[in-house]
């Protein structure tokens, strides 16, 4: 496999359940993200993991809760979302970290719905 | 702070229409990045371009080409003879200096392009 792959694609959860999504890159990247893309908001990046250390956390509530074992593979563990939490969450890796100009590649995403 | 705007939120076009897509930047940093990513309906962005703060050369990619203007502050992205498999989100990104890790883009809020047969 190349590139980078989420799992699961679709997922639909009720509130008080906890449940992970997964993302694993094949690139040999150094850094990993994690975004939220919502209906009504531009991308927010939420989470940045560089050589395995978490070096951004943008504001998130706790309920969302990274975990990076290693470089090539980054959860993120759900646990009492609310309904406003359903979106699209993307993973992306990137080849350098601390470099700005090193593009992201993104996988296809995990659709989330919180009822 | 950092800002992009992509002030077209929606663009319908015919096939083979050129369309250009506007980007707008903030940034108080002398050195940074810019970027196109597309969001095809699968989900995933594709990176397309990127270019830097010190390059205002234009660049021209097949169908595609790219205007960076700094006096305008501006980073338009132009198809020519547009084509249905081009229908998607199209994301403006920009990143620069100053963190400690990792590329921390700042995104634009996306231009939907349909392009009808």
């Known amino acids: 496999e190349t590139g980078v792959t989420q799992t699961p694609r679709h997922l639909v959860m009720g509130m008080t359940n906890k449940k992970s999504l997964k993302c694993e890159q094949h690139l040999g990247h150094n850094a990993m993200y994690w975004y939220k893309q919502s209906a009504k908001k531009p991308l927010e990046l939420m989470f940045v993991y560089s050589l395995e250390e978490r070096v951004e956390n943008n504001s998130v509530p706790s309920r969302f809760s990274p975990e990076c074992p290693n470089s090539s593979h980054l959860f993120l563990h759900l646990h009492t979302l609310q309904p406003e939490d359903s979106a699209l969450y993307l993973c992306?890796?990137?080849?350098?970290?601390?470099?700005?100009?090193?593009?992201?590649?993104f996988g296809n995403g995990t659709r989330l719905t919180v009822t | 702070a950092q800002k992009v705007t992509q002030a077209q939120t929606e663009i319908s076009v015919v096939e083979k229409e050129d369309v250009t897509l506007d980007c707008v930047y903030e940034t108080r940093d002398t050195t940074y990045y810019l970027f196109w990513y597309k969001q095809p309906p699968s989900g995933e962005l594709v990176f397309l371009i990127r270019r830097n703060s010190f390059d205002e050369q234009n660049e021209i990619s097949g169908r595609y080409s790219w205007n960076f203007q700094k006096s305008t502050s501006s980073f338009n992205f132009t198809i020519t003879a547009s084509q249905v498999v081009d229908s998607a989100v199209y994301f403006c990104?920009?990143?620069?200096?100053?963190?400690?890790?990792?590329?921390?883009?700042?995104f634009g809020g996306g231009t939907r392009l349909m392009v009808k047969p």
């Open positions: 990104a920009l990143s620069g200096l100053g963190y400690n890790a990792g590329n921390m883009l700042t």
């Open positions: 992306a890796s990137s080849q350098d970290a601390g470099r700005a100009d090193s593009p992201l590649h």
